[in-house]
């Protein structure tokens, strides 16, 4: 028996998503931030039988209501402040249907969706202050592309930065491989994001070639220290030609100085990487903008609209100062074929790994059209504010400390119990429902981190946090609550 639904049945079933996505979002605020799945539904999930004959749209929805929404990550909360996952913009999730309805291959081509990646390519580059890619093929155009994430982003950016020291060093890459160059030399702060490691892994340039660089006081990188790793290995007959930089680690929110870096890399002729997963768009912060001044010139930039922005999972983007670089570590189409007319980038597919893309840009598109520049910049700012007031009330509080200044809208801090009790704490603050934390080892220390990014959450949520913080502790060890 055919289950291919009607116009009509599917017009009644995508209205009941719509009730049952908008019911979801309204009530998130008024549930616990997170639970743990009974032990049943976890199994119910986890050994789904294949079924023989198909299920009609209703009877999906309802197994979508009853065992899927009813057990969420809790990011959508306002008192969630774990990892770096935001609360999805409803303009975003409103998008991704209309975008999976039209379900083409972005990879190139001839329809909307290719232009308006373009488009919101732009846009992510205007929104930060990176070199825009403007409607020309000239060398050295800068460009960019839609990705699953950083970390996608970040094996891009850095293939590109392989490739340009291959060239350099007079190698074929694409054809002989690494066999023949010296070994190639990356430099990044013990902070770094793991995605740098899994990239240069994956490159083949092997982690022991990703030099962990100093920090200075505040946890950015020391470009003095960067010279002088770079001088000895130089030295040593090894090839130095990455750097990568932090527009906002994810364990602090420190961001490095971009311009004395910048210095650097181009007397050593190094290419400049930023990663800017998370924290890049804290430069629409007027308050803390500052803090990124040299972060356009960096020869990449990697960021996730799904992160600061809430654009629904999944979305990174790779951002190039030098379009033709990226094209040629990726390319499979003969430069003599390639269509050189003004205003042609050729194929997305051209630029990275993946040949079949999904309609990525239209959640970005409507997120950033439906706040414009304005509507981002005041929920960025309110974030950030949110931080430091709750660094204030951290640093007011005998119970807690501040473990590193508050840069963005990550704060970092820890219970007085001591280790023990702080490496315990995230799991029995969220088991306990009302707020959640998550942790991080910090400069050796056991420390909590929390994360702000929903415009909703309030100055109440924070001291809520704080509550459950100190109560949670008391019962690791055992001491009695406050009167």
Not at 68 to 86: C, E, K, R
Not at 204 to 231: I, M
Request: proline residues 6%.
């Amino acid at each position: 028996m055919s289950t291919t639904p009607s116009h009509e049945d599917f017009r009644n079933a995508a209205r009941a998503v719509a009730d049952l996505a908008a019911d979801h979002l309204a009530g998130v605020a008024d549930g616990p931030v997170w639970q743990p799945m009974a032990e049943a539904d976890r199994r119910a999930l986890l050994e789904l039988p294949l079924p023989e004959d198909g299920t009609p749209l209703d009877g999906l929805l309802k197994v979508i209501e009853r065992q899927v929404l009813s057990a969420p990550m809790g990011n959508g909360h306002p008192a969630f402040f774990g990892w770096v996952n935001s609360a999805p913009a409803p303009a975003g999730v409103l998008a991704t249907l209309a975008a999976a309805a039209s379900n083409p291959s972005s990879a190139g081509g001839d329809h909307a969706d290719v232009h308006l990646e373009r488009a919101v390519v732009r846009w992510i580059a205007e929104l930060v202050g990176f070199p825009a890619a403007v409607p020309s093929a000239a060398k050295g155009t800068p460009g960019g592309i839609l990705t699953s994430g950083t970390s996608m982003a970040t094996i891009l950016c850095l293939a590109a930065a392989r490739h340009r020291a291959a060239e350099r060093a007079g190698h074929d890459l694409r054809a002989d491989g690494l066999a023949g160059l010296p070994p190639l030399i990356a430099y990044a702060t013990a902070e770094t994001h793991s995605c740098v490691r899994k990239a240069v892994e994956l490159l083949g340039l092997g982690s022991r070639h990703l030099r962990t660089v100093a920090e200075d006081s505040d946890g950015r990188l020391d470009p003095a220290a960067l010279a002088e790793a770079v001088a000895a290995d130089r030295a040593a007959g090894l090839l130095p030609f990455l750097v990568v930089a932090s527009a906002g680690t994810v364990g602090t929110g420190a961001v490095d100085a971009f311009d004395p870096i910048a210095d650097v890399a181009e007397a050593e002729g190094l290419w400049l990487h930023v990663d800017g997963a998370y924290g890049a768009w804290g430069v629409l912060d007027p308050v803390i903008a500052d803090r990124y001044a040299g972060m356009h010139r960096a020869d990449s930039l990697a960021l996730d609209p799904h992160k600061w922005l809430g654009v629904p999972v999944d979305c990174g983007c790779a951002l190039v100062r030098d379009a033709d670089t990226l094209r040629d570590s990726f390319s499979l189409v003969p430069s003599y074929l390639r269509d050189a007319a003004a205003g042609d980038f050729g194929w997305f597919s051209e630029y990275g790994m993946e040949q079949t893309r999904p309609f990525r840009s239209l959640k970005v598109w409507a997120t950033i059209a439906h706040k414009g520049r304005a509507g981002l910049v005041a929920d960025i700012a309110r974030t950030t504010e949110l931080a430091r007031h709750l660094g204030a009330l951290v640093e007011a509080d005998p119970e807690l400390e501040l473990t590193a200044p508050v840069h963005t809208s990550i704060v970092a801090f820890r219970h007085t119990g001591g280790d023990a009790v702080n490496h315990d704490l995230p799991a029995a603050v969220q088991a306990r429902g009302r707020a959640f934390v998550t942790g991080a080892v910090h400069r050796g220390r056991e420390v909590l981190r929390a994360c702000l990014l929903n415009p909703a959450t309030t100055e109440a949520d924070l001291e809520l946090l704080l509550a459950e913080v100190r109560s949670a502790a008391r019962e690791l060890t055992g001491r009695p609550s406050a009167s």
